[in-house]
Every structure is written in structure tokens, then in C-alpha cells.
């Protein structure tokens, strides 16, 4: 590179001088300037209204549908088919970069509450009554009852599962009034077991009598197949790490749903309103669940095995690493696809043997999508005609014909998708696989067990607080499996199952009766506190100007001088008063208030606050965030280190202060996404690296070492980092001492900036190296530690983006950090009442801290007397 | 200074060598490690591992998805392979659980020369390929995948039970299965034709390609196999001239050239890195391919050719490969497609594969998942939005510490002191706390899903760039202001002419460090940005990251796009960086 400005360069460039090379800013004549910067300004200003208009130049009213790519290769064909039978419509497809299509809807939320939503979206159905209680989906029931008899699209709702359509409904739980749909639902998926039969054969898992491998059919037969089908780093211990998994329960998609179910257990009392999370069939389920995950030595075993899995045709469990999973009917394609001559069987999920005995059918759950109109669309007819040309029979053959046409050109079998329609799905499932005489009978049998299975499934109970309790169920599992309450249990002699779906029950239950309970009655009105800021700011100025004439003589304060000032000053006085000031003093209003961005706001008192400090993720998220002050005096003692090695006079300097350097100026996504990889158990160079170190002579003879100490033989493991509890902020740490670079910068400046007669003086007196050290350059540099203390203080309050993309929070909330915790709250809960509590915490938090470095760095920081 | 401390001083290091003894040498290098070398070798050690993580993201991102698991850093590299069809390598057969020791080296053999004369009998006649080795390989998958079929109680028996357990799994279709599997041969499987309006239509298919497809130039023969063609060909170097296949076909009954939106070429690559391309001539035009595809990996695969469509104004991405008209048709070229102004449905599609040298074949691995990067999302548009938001918040941000610093440095007014505490303290505060206010102050004025939220802030100033400008404006001496206001200039152009030029240093500094913040900013995008034509490459890469995770040598190198801008400015402005992170640790 040409242009790059070289290491010598940097070391002799005189600071904050100028040089030839420079523009010549500043003698542009000022007219110009300001010239330049208005039309910027009207430039900018023009082309906000431009993009914000609703208006097309042609006319045609815009669609934006989001979600599309959930209907295969061919959705813009099909779109563009409705465009040409519907000249006046415009649909414009987009995407919702939703982290995980099950439990976070922020995105179009955040959408629905800017007031721009889009106009029809592919919405995961668990979750439209819980958006439909807080009136952000438009009511589809008058738009089904008013199709004239002849609409060639018709939707017939009699033609569809009627546990899709009672997914889809929603009306409030414990009154009686007539579900109202709004949510139509598209497609249907249910879970089953996978078993992989030449793994069975293996194992010796056959039918005494045809000598046939045997899928288990009880809970009982389900946990000794996984223990006898997987295996270990180390045969017989579990400790050692899988090398093949025989079953975990939450590996593919179970869920405790699925567990709970069959053992009897609901989620809700029949009114809905009651939350029955810790009910015992439900804690028999988890218990079930995290004994097999024992069996296996852990659950972060199992969960660190898996994450290196990948998909497609390098499937686990079509290269053996796996024997048996529940998981949806949709991993039927990528066994046509990837595996078609694999041995599998597709059997219902095994159930406990004495539900089996009562007579009872195997139970499993179904979910899918649905498609919605938020309520405040723009086009809702439009919308709605989009809908239902996307399920009429026509278009669904189209978008699987092309399907079927693809697949099979490229030498794969076809299989069609679920589909919430019963009458679709049956006649898809004749002409394809009934009818189709090269189907394989592997899959011709799998589809008749799906058809069976179909019609009696159960779904997750339809609740307005849907997303909480999936989240606290999950969060339950976890606890769980983790054994999180274990100590706490043995001390109190409880359950630490119960005791865990106890304690994760408690949030959902507060929310629903929060829901149930009469709104608060008294709405905040802005108009007075609005009035009252403004006549604040307006105190300031004319503080300002009273005080110029008073002190005019006394201290010399020139009128010109001071408005000059107040120009001057002028953005960062807006700036202040509009985003910074204000927004702080409102946070404070919000925090006593329930406000939901779709419905005003109400006074609730203290509520938020009584609620917060009851909280348990509130605690946990403020002692992860603490954990990671570790990083500062980490990054700072490394980076001090780095800045001493380089101060040593060695040639080459500059290069070196580079690739220090480097890693800082990485954007935090991209570090993000590289160290997600680099932590991979399975993948990562790290975990490759440690363990051929573990697996050195050496490492054995440290192993061996340690053993002599131990009761148990000590085995050196690699840490699973972002999917154990106890390595993952750790492993962030890590990543964080990566950037150490930015603090040695720092350092190497404050360094440089010694003089050198001080040490020669302490050498004279007979100071050893760490005298010198100690004495003159940690003195020396204590301002430099002070600075990076604080900022490393606030940026640790602050971490957000790389625990969002990395591990959002998990596992079992071990890095859910505070700003996580309040970005969660506000902005997929919409919670924005609790979450400016949270906000407002964090400000006193940050003040403290900040007033307690001030005041001891009084005591220790050495300032330089320039 | 010591005897060869001089010498080396003198500047002669070949005179000093051959002046000293060995010994000296030694003593030499001793003295010099002790008192330099291992600084070196500590922070070279150090500087290594530092940027071990960017090498192995530059690496990873040059791999196929099945190099994934390997503990390899780098790639594995193709080669010019002269000739398809082509024997794969042999998998190796590890001892099965149960096996012991002894006992499974000679079954493993004995399992092996049977299972190899079973395969060597059932080789197909008319592959160009050896036999033995073929036979060789397709017999080690057949063993690897039957014996992971058998009991494990099976090898604890006698040799001679396993041996005819095993011999009952090999059956006729394992071993055409595994000669099938080893063989990397490229097969066209079919061709089809979808119009606009979502009709499909089959072109030719299987065997009846060998029929329907000729030849054109290139050494090639079209072999009729299963469920497709092979193409057997053969380049002497990577040089080589193309082999070319013509397919002349009419158009299916109700189609009109201008209804024609793909054609889908299905087919199953032979790992060899090659490329094809295409060129239509329809209704007397002729299209080419904008790219070629590289044959790469085993896997059957689809290549779709298409002219442009309503799929160019969308974000779809792109999985297509794009036609564009390149000239009209000569009057004997149509001709010789049967092309008339009556009878204009005659259509001519060649297929060009071209060789590729082992320097090619490297090129087109390492490019590959880059431009399965751009392909997947609109990645120009997704820069262009982050430039701007780069452009206007760097111009703010320039703007806003200079002006504004300008009251606190050099003007005397009363509550400066006051500001000045509420400034400083606004650098401690989270950016948070004010997360919830701020969104709905900007939804208030219609402002979500605008870029505006984004840089609108950095024009009334950022505390610590403001900090940052009032620091040095202070050391600038007051009489350069003073003689301007003799010389009758007002104070915005006092400010304009002497105080911001004074200050470029520092502004230089300010604007390499907004410029990376704001190509960095992620929860900005994440709550004010609905579509998706105004994502930044922040949220953009993420998205990528949502929709295919698994796909991570694709992810890296979408990691890698987004890298190297900011790095390069990095390199490019050092100085000014390095100053602006040292001043701002200054002061305490």
C-alpha cells in the first residue's frame, strides 16, 4: 500500500502540528462555508420527506410484506402474479432480521409502534393473541365473514386444523365473549421422534421377536436409549465429552412443552388465568428431562457437542452424531433431500409408560405461522386481499409445484410442507407421496404417522403473556438442567426442579395479573411537564443574562461576548435540552408509569421500582455486569505490559503499536461474529488448540500431577466458553483483552511522556528496576489510570452489542447484562414504564460510581504541575 | 560499549563476523538477547497471537462448508484437474467399537481385498477412469458405511461371524451407491424453462441430454448415465480452449421470448474448479452469462440463467446468474438458428466450460464465499447507506466540537463553569439511559425508519469530541485572536480563520474516530431501521449472520467487507488516530 503512512513517519510527526500537506480548511471564505452547510441541511431535509411519503410517482398503493422468504425461491414470482391481477397494488418484500423467530418479535414491534408497520407480515402464530391483547393486530373475523360466496380466493375456515385456527383467535382470558382470529394461519409443524435405526441395530435395540431395530415408545425406554447409544471422549465417562449424542430432550425442538404435555401437564388454568408452570406433571417433565441431560454428564456437554453442528447435507444426525432427536416434520425434507437411502424411522414421541397405559394417544404440540395485519397498516384492503390470493389453492400449488420441480431436477424427492389448511395438506399429500410411485415406503409410512398425528396435537396456550412465558419456561428449563437451585434446595430440603420452575413462574404470573387488573386510571397528560422544562430552559438563558449585567463590572463579562457564547454553544444547548436533559427528566415521569408505546401512558406509583428490586434478573443482570469490571484492570495490565515491552527503545516499534492496534479499530459486529466462531467448542481454533495441548505430553504429565492432590483422576477439559454458564463472561473477558491495544496507546503516550532524569536520579540513589517502577511510573501514570478506570467503568455499564449478537443473554441468563436486560424490557416487551425504572438506575449507578473515582483520586492520583 | 558492540557500531557486520571467533559470536548473540532480543521475541509472540484471530478469519472465509471442521488454518488448495470423470480419494476405515486390536487388522484386510473384488466386479464398462483405483476407493466407503451398520457385538465373535455378517450388508446397490459416491464426474441432470407468470416447463432431462446436446467444440463426449449426462472431458492445460455444448430447442407451446424468466440448469459438479458460463441467443439477440460458475464440491446444484426481471428491483438474493444482451443477432447467426420474423421461437443455448488453472482454481475457492457475501444481500446498498451515515455524522460531529468548543475555550461568559460540569458529565452517561426518550421524541417526528436518528445527534455534539477541541483550543495563544478582533474581524470569523485552522490536527483525529463509530453502530440500526434498503452493513451483516449461521466461511467473509474499510482508514490516518486515542488520555 502506497499511501500508507509509514512507521517513521508516525514516530517523528511532531504532535498537533500542522504540515503542507493539510487542507487548507478554515481560509474557505466563511460565506461559502455556511453556503454549503445550509444546502446540506435542505438536501438532507428534502430527501427525508422524499423517503417518508407515502405517495408512488405511479400511482399504486405500496404492500410492504414482510416475512416473504419464508414462502420459498418462488415468493417474487408469485407476488409478481398478484401485481399483474391487481394493477393498483405495489408490494414491496423485506425482510425483519429477527434474532430468533420464536421468541422475538422487537423488530416489528418497534415497526408497529414508529407508526410505519409494514402492511402484512409472516408472524409466528404462538404469538398472536399476546399482540392482539395489546391491540397491534388488526381483527381479521369481519374481513372473513364479508367474502362474497364467489371470491375465487375464499378462505374457508372449516378447510383448516381447528387447533391452527384456535391458535390464530384470541379473546381476553376469563371472559366468555366469541374468539375473535387474528392471526391466519399458514403453516402447521409438529414434532416427532427421529430415530436413526442403524444406530439401533448397532446397539443391539431390536424387537425380540421380528429382530427389527425398535424405536422407543415410553419415557422409561427413551432414557436408556440414550444412554446406551451415546459415547464418550473417554468410554464410560460422561465427563469427558460426547462424541455422539443417543437423545438429548431439548436438541431439534421439544421444548419442555412437549414433555410437559405428554405427562399431563398445561401451562395455564382453563380460564387462563392462572400460570400452572411449576404444576407437579410439569416439574415430572423437567425432572425426566434433566436426568437424561445427567445421564450425559451435563447439560453443557451435550449443548457444546451440538454447537458445532451444522446443517443441510452435513446434518449430525445423517453423519451418526447423533441416534435419536425430536424435531419437527420439516427435517423430513432434508432427509429427501440429503439422505433419502438412510434407515430412520418417524414415530410420535415416546410418552411415560402409565399415561400410555390410561389409554391415552401419543400427545405432541403444533406450531407454525400465521399470517397478520398489524392494526395500523396503511393498505389494510390491500393487505388483505394479498392474503388471501397467498392461501387460495392456486398459489399454493404454484409455490410447491416449483418446488417439486426444482428438487426433483436436481435428483432429490419432494415432500410437501405443513400446512395449516387440512384440505391443502391431504391433497398435497396424495398427489406427492400417496400417489407418487417412486416415493420410497420410508416416507410414505412417515407421512401417514404426520396425518394421524394431525389431527389431534395440542398447541401452547393462547395468553397475552405468551412471549414471557416462553421465555421464563426456557429460562426454567435452564435453571433446571443447570442445576442452579441445587444448593439452595439441599439447604431447605425442597425440590430443586419445583423449586425452579417456582421461581421462574413468579414474573409471568405478576404480568398477567398486571394485564387482568382494571387499567390505572389516571392517564399522563404531557402538556404540564412539557410547559414546565420549557419555562426551566428559558430560567437558564435568562440566569445567563442577569447575571452578565450584574457581574459586568465585577468580573469584566462583555454583553457581545456572551451572546457570541450563547451562538457558539447554541447545538450542544439544543442538543442538551431536546436528547440529553430532557429525555432524562421524562425518563423519570415514565418510570412511574405502565406505558406500552401503543396505548398511552398511566400513573402506577412506585410499582415499577417495588417490582424492579423484587426482581431476580434485575440482581443478575447488575452482578454479570459487575463480573465484568474484571476486564478493566485485565485490559489495563495487559495493555500496560504490551506499552512497556514497546518503550524499550526496540526497533520497529510502529509496526508492532499496529497490530496492537488492529483489533480495536474492528467493528464490534464484526468481532462479535468472528469470536462467536472463535469460542466454538467444536470449531474454533481455541478449543482445537487447547485440547491438542491437553492431549501433549506435557498436559498429561500436569494431568497426572494434579491426580497425585485429587480423590477423583484430574482431566484437563477446554472449556465450552458461550454455552457454559461459568465460562461465558469469561470468554467475553477474553475477547475483551484482544482490544488491549487501545488502553497500551494510551499507556505508551503517558510513558513517553516521563522524563528521563527522574529514573536516572532513582538509579543514583540505587533504585532497583521495580523501585523505579513502583515509585516513579505507576505515579507517574496514575492519571492515566484514573482515565482509563472510569471509562472502562462506563463503557462495562454499557455492553450491549456484543452479548446481543453473541449469546443474547444466555446461557441461563449468565450474560444477561444490565443494558440487555433494559433493551430487552423496552424494546421486545415494550415495557418502556419498568424500563426507564431500569434506565433510571443505571444513571444513579453511573453517578455514584463516578463521584466515588473523583473522590479517590483525590487521594492517589498524581498530577503533573504543568 | 564492548569490543563487538564497536564492531557492530563501525557499521561492517561481515568484517566483525570474520574478525571474531565463533565463541564471540555466540557471546555476541547472548549479549544482544539479553539485553534486546527477547523483547523482540516476546512481543513478536505477543503481536502473533494478536493477530492469529484475523488470520483465521481470512482463511476460514476461503473454505468450503465441509473444510469447516477441519483443524487446518488453511484452505485446502485445488488443483488443474486435467481430466473428468476422476477417481476421490479413499476414506480411511477406523477400528469399530468392540474391534479389538490384533483381530481387526486382519479382518480390516480381509474386509478390504473382498470388498474390493466385489466393487471390481461391479464396475460399469465406458468410465474413463482406472479401475483399480476406483475400485480401490468405492470399496473403502462401502466398508466404512457397513460396518458402522453392524452390532458392535458382532466383532467380539469370531472373524469368520463378522466376516459374514458384513458380507450380507454388502448388497448390489451399496457398492453402486459407493461407486457412484467416488466417482466426481460432472452430470447434467436437466434442463427447464419458468416463465414470468410461474409456468414450468421441462426441457430435456436424463438421458435424452446426450441425445439432444451436441458438442460444439472442446475435447468432451456426452455419456448417458442413471438419472443424467456425463460429460467426459479433457484440458491439457488450464489454458485450454473451452469446451462448448449447444442446445438448440423451441420454445414450449404459449411461451413468447419475452415470457421467458429462467432457465435452470440442473447438475452435479465435479469438484474441479472449472467454470461455466452461458450465452442464449432468443429472438434475435444474444445473451452471455454476466459470470461464470465454478464447479465446486460434489453436491448436485442448480445454475439459474436469467435476463433481466422484476427479481433485479428486489433484495432477493441473488441466486441466479444474470443475462445481458450483448448484441443483436447477425442475419447468418439467425439463420442458423432457424430464426425468422415468422418463426422467432427458435432458441440456441451454449454451455461454456472453461478451464481452470491451479492459480484460477485458487482464485475462484478464495473468491467464492465473497461472492456468495454479495450475492445474499444487497451489499452495495447496505455500504452505500453506512458512507452516508459516516459522511453526515463525521460532518456533524466536525462541526458541532469546533463550534461549540469554541464558547467554553475562548469566551468569557457567565455559567461557562456550570456548562462545562453539565458537558463533562454528560461523557459519563450511558447512552441508555436516554434510549427510551429518545425513541419516541424521534417516532414523535416521524422519523423512525429514516436514517435521521442516526447522525441527527452528532450535530448538536458529542461531549467527548467537545472535551477533546477544548483541551487544545486553550493552548492556542490569545494574541492570534487578539489581533484578528484589531484587525476588525467579527467572532464567527475570528472562529473561521484563525481558531479552525489551528485546530485540523485534532478535527482529523475527531474524524477518523466518528467515522469508525459510526461505521460501527449497531443498536441505532437495530430500533430506528424497518427496510431493508436502508440497513447499514452493521445490521446488514448481522442479518446475514440470522439467515445463515451455519454458512460461517460465508459469515467470515462477509466479516472480512467489513473489516477492511475500517482497517484501511485506520492505516491510512495512523497518525491522526494514535494522536486523537493518546490526547484523549491526557488528562485525568
Given at each position: ?866 | ?529 424497518r427496510d431493508q434498503s436502508k440497513f447499514p452493513l452493521s445490521l446488514g451483516l448481522f442479518g446475514v449472520n440470522l439467515e445463515s449461521g451455519s454458512d460461517f466461511s460465508m459469515v467470515m467473509a462477509g466479516d472480512m467487507l467489513m473489516t477492511l474499510p475500517a482497517i484501511i482508514v485506520f492505516f491510512c490516518f495512523q497518525r491522526y ?12
Open positions: 500500500m502506497g499511501s500508507v503512512v509509514t512507521v517513521d513517519d508516525v514516530e517523528r510527526a511532531p504532535p498537533l502540528s500542522r504540515t503542507r500537506s493539510e487542507p487548507r480548511l478554515g481560509l474557505v471564505p466563511l460565506r461559502v462555508a455556511v453556503a454549503c452547510m445550509l444546502s446540506l441541511l435542505a438536501l438532507v431535509a428534502w430527501w427525508t420527506w422524499r423517503s417518508t411519503r407515502e405517495a408512488r410517482p405511479d400511482g399504486r398503493e405500496t404492500i410492504v410484506f414482510w416475512g416473504s422468504s419464508q414462502l420459498g425461491e418462488d415468493a417474487y414470482t408469485i407476488v409478481n402474479r398478484f401485481e399483474r391481477e391487481n394493477p393498483g397494488y405495489k408490494v414491496e418484500m423485506g425482510t425483519a432480521v429477527a434474532r430468533d423467530l420464536t421468541g422475538d418479535a422487537q423488530r416489528l414491534l418497534t415497526a408497529i409502534t414508529g407508526g410505519v408497520p409494514p402492511d402484512l407480515v409472516w408472524f409466528d402464530r404462538f404469538a398472536v393473541g399476546e399482540w392482539a391483547s395489546k391491540h397491534a393486530l388488526e381483527d381479521l373475523t369481519p374481513y372473513i365473514e364479508g367474502q362474497a360466496p364467489a371470491d375465487s380466493h375464499r378462505i374457508d375456515l372449516a378447510e383448516y386444523y381447528d387447533w391452527a385456527v384456535d391458535e390464530g383467535s384470541y379473546r381476553t382470558p376469563g371472559s366468555s365473549e366469541p374468539k375473535r382470529m387474528y392471526g391466519m394461519p399458514v403453516s402447521a409443524d409438529i414434532r416427532v421422534l427421529y430415530t436413526n435405526l442403524d444406530l439401533l441395530a448397532n446397539e443391539g435395540l431390536v424387537d425380540p421377536v421380528t429382530r427389527q431395530p425398535k424405536p422407543p415408545a415410553t419415557w422409561e425406554e427413551l432414557r436408556d436409549y440414550a444412554k446406551r447409544l451415546s459415547r464418550f471422549k473417554t468410554p464410560g465417562d460422561p465427563s469427558s465429552g460426547l462424541t455422539r449424542l443417543g437423545f438429548a430432550p431439548n436438541y431439534g425442538n421439544s421444548w419442555l412443552y412437549i414433555f410437559a404435555f405428554q405427562a399431563g401437564g398445561e401451562f395455564l388454568s382453563p380460564d387462563r388465568t392462572r400460570v400452572t408452570l411449576d404444576a407437579p406433571p410439569v416439574v415430572r417433565a423437567l425432572r425426566f428431562m434433566t436426568d437424561i441431560y445427567d445421564d450425559l454428564g451435563g447439560v453443557a456437554q451435550a449443548d457444546a457437542f451440538q454447537q458445532g453442528f451444522q446443517s443441510g447435507p452435513l446434518d449430525p444426525f445423517f453423519r451418526g452424531q447423533v441416534a435419536m432427536k425430536i424435531d419437527g416434520n420439516w427435517c423430513l425434507d432434508g432427509f429427501a433431500a440429503y439422505a433419502p437411502d438412510m434407515h430412520f424411522a418417524l414415530t410420535p414421541a415416546p410418552m411415560p409408560a402409565d399415561e400410555l397405559a390410561k389409554g391415552r394417544d401419543p400427545i405432541t404440540w403444533a406450531g407454525g405461522w400465521a399470517l397478520v395485519i398489524p392494526s395500523t397498516a396503511k393498505h389494510k384492503q390491500g393487505s388483505w386481499k394479498l392474503l388471501q390470493y397467498l392461501r387460495s389453492w392456486e398459489t399454493i400449488q404454484l409455490l410447491e409445484q416449483g418446488k417439486r420441480e426444482r428438487q426433483q431436477s436436481e435428483g432429490r424427492l419432494y415432500l410437501p410442507g405443513g400446512q395449516a389448511n387440512r384440505v391443502h395438506y391431504e391433497r398435497l399429500i396424495k398427489d406427492a407421496v400417496d400417489d407418487n410411485p417412486r416415493m420410497p415406503p420410508l416416507f410414505k409410512q412417515s407421512f401417514a404417522t404426520l396425518k394421524e398425528l394431525m389431527k389431534h396435537t395440542l398447541i401452547r396456550p393462547v395468553t397475552p403473556v405468551g412471549q414471557m412465558l416462553w421465555r421464563q419456561h426456557v429460562s426454567g428449563y435452564e435453571d433446571a438442567v443447570n442445576h442452579v437451585y441445587a444448593a439452595k434446595a439441599k439447604a431447605e430440603n425442597a425440590d430443586e426442579i419445583a423449586m425452579a420452575l417456582a421461581a421462574n413462574q413468579i414474573p409471568v404470573q405478576r404480568q398477567l395479573d398486571a394485564l387482568l387488573q382494571p387499567l390505572p386510571p389516571h392517564q399522563v397528560s404531557w402538556a404540564p411537564y412539557l410547559a414546565l422544562y420549557a419555562l426551566a430552559v428559558a430560567a437558564c438563558l435568562l440566569a445567563i443574562l442577569i447575571l452578565q449585567r450584574r457581574r459586568r463590572l465585577s468580573h469584566g463579562y462583555r454583553l457581545r461576548e456572551t451572546g457570541a457564547a450563547l451562538l457558539f454553544a447554541s447545538p450542544w444547548f439544543i442538543g442538551f435540552a431536546v436528547l440529553t436533559g430532557g429525555p432524562i427528566l421524562f425518563s423519570i415521569v415514565y418510570s412511574f408509569t405502565t406505558y406500552d408505546v401503543l396505548t398511552p401512558a398511566r400513573y402506577v406509583g412506585l410499582a415499577n421500582y417495588r417490582e424492579l428490586f423484587a426482581d431476580p434478573l434485575f440482581y443478575k443482570s447488575l452482578g454479570n455486569t459487575a463480573f465484568m469490571i474484571l476486564r478493566i484492570p485485565l485490559v489495563m495490565v495487559v495493555g500496560l505490559a504490551i506499552a512497556l515491552l514497546l518503550n524499550q527503545g526496540i526497533k520497529g516499534i510502529g509496526l508492532y503499536r499496529t497490530a496492537f492496534y488492529m483489533p480495536v479499530v474492528m467493528p464490534a459486529v464484526a468481532a462479535s461474529l468472528l469470536w462467536m466462531w472463535i469460542f466454538s467448542p467444536s470449531q474454533g481454533f481455541l478449543n482445537q488448540a487447547l485440547s491438542w495441548m491437553f492431549d501433549s505430553a506435557p498436559g498429561h504429565a500436569f494431568e497426572w500431577v494434579v491426580s497425585l492432590f485429587t480423590a477423583k483422576p484430574f482431566h484437563l477439559d477446554a472449556p465450552l466458553w458461550l454455552k457454559d454458564q461459568n465460562w461465558s463472561k469469561p470468554a467475553l473477558i477474553i475477547m475483551n483483552v484482544w482490544t488491549a491495544g487501545g488502553s497500551m496507546i494510551i499507556w505508551l503516550a503517558g510513558l513517553q511522556g516521563i522524563p528521563q532524569q527522574l529514573y536516572e536520579a532513582a538509579s543514583i540513589d540505587g533504585a532497583n528496576a521495580w523501585k523505579r517502577f513502583r515509585h516513579i511510573t505507576i505515579p507517574m501514570l496514575s492519571p492515566y489510570i484514573l482515565f482509563n478506570l472510569i471509562m472502562g467503568l462506563i463503557g462495562t455499564m454499557q455492553i450491549f452489542g456484543e452479548a446481543y449478537i453473541m449469546t443474547n443473554g444466555g446461557p441461563a441468563n449468565s450474560t444477561l447484562f444490565y443494558a440487555l436486560y433494559l433493551f430487552q424490557e423496552s424494546f421486545q416487551f415494550f415495557r418502556m414504564g419498568y424500563a426507564s425504572a431500569l434506565a433510571w438506575i443505571l444513571f444513579l449507578v453511573v453517578l455514584v460510581l463516578t463521584l466515588i473515582q473523583l473522590w479517590m483520586s483525590k487521594r492517589w492520583v498524581h498530577y503533573d504541575q504543568t | 560499549m564492548t569490543r563487538p558492540d564497536a564492531l557492530n557500531a563501525i557499521g561492517d557486520r561481515a568484517v566483525a563476523e570474520e574478525l571474531m571467533p565463533r565463541a564471540s559470536r555466540v557471546a555476541r548473540f547472548g549479549r544482544w538477547f539479553a539485553a534486546k532480543g527477547w523483547v523482540h521475541v516476546l512481543v513478536m509472540t505477543l503481536a502473533a497471537a494478536f493477530l492469529y484471530p484475523f488470520a483465521w478469519m481470512l482463511f476460514t472465509s476461503m473454505k468450503t462448508d465441509e473444510e469447516l471442521t477441519s483443524p487446518r488454518l488453511l484452505p485446502e488448495i485445488p488443483h488443474f484437474v486435467p481430466a473428468s470423470p476422476y477417481v476421490r480419494e479413499a476414506p480411511s476405515l477406523a477400528r469399530p467399537e468392540g474391534a479389538s486390536e490384533d483381530g481387526w487388522k486382519t479382518l480390516a484386510e480381509s474386509i478390504r481385498r473382498e470388498t474390493e473384488a466385489a466393487v471390481l466386479a461391479a464396475i460399469p464398462a465406458g468410465v474413463a477412469v482406472d479401475p483399480a483405483a476406483w475400485a480401490h476407493a468405492a470399496a473403502a466407503v462401502v466398508a466404512v458405511r457397513e460396518t458402522a451398520r453392524m452390532p458392535k457385538q458382532a466383532w467380539q465373535g469370531s472373524a469368520d461371524e463378522a466376516m459374514a455378517q458384513y458380507r450380507a450388508l454388502v448388497t448390489p446397490v451399496a457398492i453402486t451407491d459407493a461407486l457412484a459416491d467416488r466417482l466426481a464426474a460432472l452430470e447434467i441432470q436437466t434442463l427447464q424453462l419458468r416463465t414470468l407468470d410461474a409456468r414450468i416447463f421441462p426441457l430435456v432431462g436424463g438421458a435424452d441430454i446426450a441425445t439432444k446436446i451436441t458438442v460444439e467444440s472442446g475435447s468432451a463426449t456426452l455419456v448417458p448415465t442413471a438419472d443424467g449426462t456425463r460429460i467426459d472431458y479433457r484440458f491439457a492445460s488450464g489454458s485450454d480452449a473451452p469446451v462448448v455444448l449447444a442446445y438448440r430447442f423451441t420454445l414450449p407451446d404459449g411461451v413468447q421470448p419475452g415470457d421467458l424468466h429462467k432457465l435452470i440448469v440442473s447438475l452435479k459438479p465435479d469438484d474441479s474448479w472449472h467454470r461455466v458460463a452461458a450465452t442464449l441467443d432468443l429472438d434475435r439477440g444474444r445473451w452471455v452469462s454476466d459470470r461464470s460458475t465454478s464447479l465446486a464440491q460434489n453436491r448436485a446444484t442448480s445454475i439459474v440463467f436469467q435476463p433481466p426481471s422484476f427479481d433485479d428491483d428486489t433484495y432477493k438474493a441473488r441466486t441466479w446468474v444474470r443475462l445481458s444482451l450483448e448484441r443483436p443477432l447477425a442475419s447468418n447467426e439467425m439463420f442458423e438458428n432457424d430464426i425468422t420474423p415468422e418463426h422467432d421461437r427458435s432458441v440456441l443455448l451454449r454451455l461454456t466450460i472453461s478451464p481452470s488453472s491451479t492459480v484460477r482454481a485458487m482464485w475462484g475457492k478464495a473468491t467464492r464465499n465473497y461472492q456468495r457475501a454479495f450475492d445474499s444481500v444487497p451489499f452495495w446498498t447496505y455500504v452505500g447507506n453506512s458512507l452516508l451515515l459516516v459522511a453526515l455524522t463525521t460532518m456533524g460531529a466536525l462541526f458541532s466540537s469546533a463550534f461549540v468548543a469554541y464558547a467554553f475555550a475562548r469566551l468569557r461568559w457567565p455559567g461557562r463553569g456550570v456548562a462545562l460540569i453539565v458537558l463533562l458529565s454528560t461523557m459519563m452517561l450511558p447512552g441508555q439511559v436516554t434510549m427510551i426518550p429518545s425513541f419516541l421524541i424521534w417516532r414523535e417526528l416521524g422519523w423512525y425508519n429514516t436514517l435521521n436518528p442516526l447522525w441527527v445527534g452528532a450535530w448538536f455534539g458529542n461531549a467527548f469530541f467537545i472535551f477533546l477541541m477544548i483541551q487544545h483550543m486553550r493552548t492556542i495563544p490569545k494574541e492570534l485572536e487578539e489581533a484578528a478582533r484589531i484587525d476588525g474581524l467579527k467572532v464567527v470569523q475570528t472562529w473561521w480563520y484563525i481558531i479552525v485552522p489551528q485546530v485540523r490536527p485534532i478535527l482529523a483525529a475527531i474524524a477518523i474516530m466518528s467515522f469508525l463509530g459510526a461505521w460501527n453502530e449497531f443498536m441505532g440500526p437495530l430500533i430506528y431501521l488516530f494514535i494522536q486523537g486515542m493518546t490526547v484523549s488520555g491526557m488528562k485525568g
